[in-house]
């Protein structure tokens, strides 16, 4: 049976959701739909593009607590509230992300968990290599 491992950060901004920031079982990190928030989980702008920057920003941060990176993205699911936003998803992922790109969905939603949240990102990435023996 695999263990699993949870990833988390300090602040933890979705611990009083009862939500891990991440888990990591075996091979892989699954992170969380991360939002446009702060470390205090407050939404950080009215706008797609702060929001979604921020968002990127915390898969990245969420990521590092486990060791990885963006660059170690293998599939990310991208929700947003307005598909009108398509240009900017597309500019901001060739901004974070690199080749071969993940593989991705983006999907339109009706609504977040949040009233005023735009765009939530989630991902599941390799985790980095144990040393032999160790």
Do not use: C
């Not at 993205?73 to 992922?93: E, F, G, P, Q, S």
């Amino acid at each position: 049976m695999t263990a699993l491992q949870r990833i988390t950060t300090e602040p933890d901004w979705y611990e009083p959701y009862n939500i891990s920031l991440a888990i990591q079982a075996g091979g892989l990190i699954h992170v969380s739909g991360q939002a446009g928030i702060d470390e205090q989980g407050r939404t950080v702008g009215p706008d797609f593009e702060t929001q979604a920057r921020r968002a990127f920003a915390n898969l990245a941060t969420v990521l590092g607590a486990a060791g990885a990176s963006l660059a170690d993205l293998v599939k990310v699911t991208i929700m947003v509230t307005d598909m009108a936003n398509l240009d900017t998803v597309i500019k901001l992922r060739a901004e974070y992300l690199s080749e071969p790109y993940p593989a991705d969905t983006l999907l339109q939603v009706a609504g977040l968990a949040q009233p005023d949240w735009l765009v939530e990102i989630d991902g599941v990435a390799l985790a980095p290599s144990t040393p032999a023996g160790g």
